[in-house]
């Protein structure tokens, strides 16, 4: 769907963008995720056609950005940050603007404004001014404008910034929905949003890519080891005894009593199976387990540890 | 292209806009009007309309700047410069687009004005080939300064400062004007000879006075084309270095 290759970006002696290559795949929702000033705008407008690159391409449905501009911007829907609105226009008026600068056929107008409005549920406001619509209404309008003509293509950035929670999640469940037949670029600071929506995600640092892979895959990869969290209701040395003689336990890097019976285990594991054994040969010894959990790191320890490596260029892409 | 086009005239139509600017266009005419007819030594009711256009030459002037000061500014401002780069549109549909919905309320500025010739041809008498030449004249001179105030207003991202600007580079064109005729100026013919080749206002008599000169109107075209495209340069070249 979206191929970027080697794109790079130069603001007078700055580099914005550094030899960032990655691509985007049909129908799947791509996370772009980056600290403040990472370069992720900069990408996302060079992907819209905003800004041409200094150097490398960019193809959009076959079409290079910048040979065959005007193909390749007809599959791209673009929701900026600030959503380009009218204030002084009404929605469907607004809409119908939008789908003649995208270049719709006039017999298809009034279909896609419809099919845009009920998508958002906009079918009630059309009448009314953009300038009297709330901040989330605002951002349906900048969405409606997004998906009308059904471009293969729709970039957001930060689309859920300034809504309440209840609009957030309407909105989230709404770019799932999107996914499903279309390719969709998102640029979030919302860890969790992206994680709740994305199949996966591109990391950027400083303009330089830090990551390219699946949320799983980066978050078993920032792991390093296996650790299990168990608490047990028991005896400590009959406990530490029979974690002693399972095999696939590596150590027991914690051990602390948590009142009564009850002790906490922090053990370092091989390999997660061993989890099953460890299980057993509790029951079988009579040790009631209490809580059994794994340490998984989040995409927010992943994002902070590839973020804070200086210039790291950590490519773990799973193409 | 056509879809933009729509949308600016009725951003100057759907406000009051358009219709402060033309009444304020046929307020300066009409006083115009009234002074030839309260000086007329006649009692002929007919008067030259190009002197009229020749009074308001002065006065228009200055409201063109606030005609085109929304045009590139706005959109900067407002985020929709975006939208405008990132769709299917060529900058030079985009700054075509834009011109000709400007120039089209000029036109119906223009013929708000014709409620004068008209009423004088019910009293009196209408000098009809003088009348055109002066319509003539006034709308190349018009479109010309339609593009400059354009121009200001794509490098500008307000609008209140695009209209500043505007005033003055057009007061400025008066002054060059004004230079032209000075003695130190016309004493040197080879200096004489430059400024009153950029003098828009001599170029606008010779027209209004039926004089059709090749030279007259290749200047008004040609710098009306080259200013639009001049635009349409620094459009792309700040989509460039944009920061």
């Known amino acids: 769907m979206v191929e970027v290759k080697n794109l790079t970006k130069h603001y007078g002696h700055v580099t914005a963008v ?10 799947e929702i791509l996370g772009f995720l980056g600290p403040n000033g990472a370069g992720k705008s900069t990408t996302m407008n060079i992907i819209a056609g905003y800004l041409p690159s200094s150097e490398g391409t960019v193809t959009v449905c076959g079409h ?3 040979e065959d501009a005007r193909a390749a911007k ?21 809409l119908r603007y939008c789908a003649g600068i995208k270049g719709i056929r006039r017999g298809e107008i009034k279909k896609e404004i419809e099919k845009a409005m009920e998508r958002l549920q906009l079918t009630d406001m059309r009448r009314r001014l953009i300038v009297n619509l709330s901040k989330g209404y605002k951002q349906r309008v900048g969405l409606a404008q997004a998906i009308i003509g059904d471009p293969d293509l729709l970039i957001l950035d930060e689309p859920t910034v300034g809504l309440d929670p209840s609009q957030v999640s309407e909105l989230r469940d709404f770019i799932r929905e999107l996914g499903k037949d279309h390719s969709v670029i998102l640029s979030s600071h919302i ?22 892979d699946t949320i799983d895959n980066l978050e078993r990869k920032a792991a390093g080891e296996t650790i299990l969290n168990l608490t047990v209701e028991g005896d400590q040395l009959a406990a530490s005894m029979v974690l002693d003689g399972i095999n696939g336990i590596r150590e027991i890097k914690e051990v602390f009593e948590m009142g009564g019976d009850t002790f906490f285990f922090k053990i370092s594991l091989e390999d997660e199976k061993v989890r099953q054994g460890i299980m057993s040969a509790m029951v079988e010894n009579g040790i009631s387990i209490v809580e059994m959990s794994m340490d998984k790191p989040d995409l927010e320890k992943v994002f902070l540890d590839l973020t804070r490596k200086k210039g790291s260029h950590k490519k773990s892409d799973n193409k | 292209m056509f879809s933009l086009y729509k949308k600016e005239i009725q951003s100057f139509f759907y406000s009051p806009f358009a219709y402060v600017l033309s009444a304020l266009f046929m307020l300066i005419f009409g006083f115009a009007f009234v002074g030839r007819i309260v000086n007329m030594e006649t009692s002929v009711f007919q008067f030259s309309f190009p002197d009229m256009f020749y009074n308001n030459f002065f006065y ?54 014709l409620f004068f010739p008209i009423y004088v041809s019910f009293h009196g008498t209408v000098i009809w080939p ?18 400059i105030g354009m121009l200001i207003s794509a490098m500008q991202s307000s609008s209140i400062i695009a209209a500043i600007i505007g005033e003055i580079i057009m007061e400025g064109f008066l002054t060059l004007d004004l230079i032209g005729a000075s003695k130190m100026i016309e004493s040197n013919p080879r200096l004489n000879s430059v400024v009153t080749w950029f003098s828009m206002q001599r170029r606008f008599v010779f027209i209004a006075q039926g004089m059709f000169r090749l030279e007259d109107l290749v200047f008004f075209l040609s710098l009306t084309a080259m200013v639009l495209f001049w635009i349409v340069l620094y459009i792309e070249k700040r989509r460039r270095s944009h920061n």
């Open chain 2, 130 to 147: 003088s009348l055109i030449c002066g319509y003539v004249s006034f709308f190349l001179w018009g479109t010309t300064c339609i593009a």
């Open chain 1, 74 to 94: 007809k599959c791209i829907g673009y929701l900026p940050e600030i959503p380009p609105l009218y204030p002084d226009m009404r929605v469907e008026e607004y």
């Open chain 1, 64 to 66: 290079d950005i910048k």
């Open chain 1, 18 to 27: 550094n030899d960032l290559s990655f691509e985007i795949r049909d129908n």
């Open chain 2, 60 to 113: 228009f002037i200055f409201i063109i700047p606030l005609l085109t000061m929304r045009s590139f500014a706005d959109e900067r401002r407002g985020g929709t410069e975006v939208q405008l780069l990132t769709s299917p549109l060529t900058i030079p549909q985009i700054v075509l687009a834009k011109f000709f919905s400007i120039v089209t309320v000029f036109i119906f500025m223009l013929v708000l004005s």
């Open chain 1, 191 to 212: 860890l969790g949003e992206i994680s709740a929506v994305c199949n996966r995600v591109v990391i950027i640092n400083k303009g330089e890519l830090c990551a390219v």
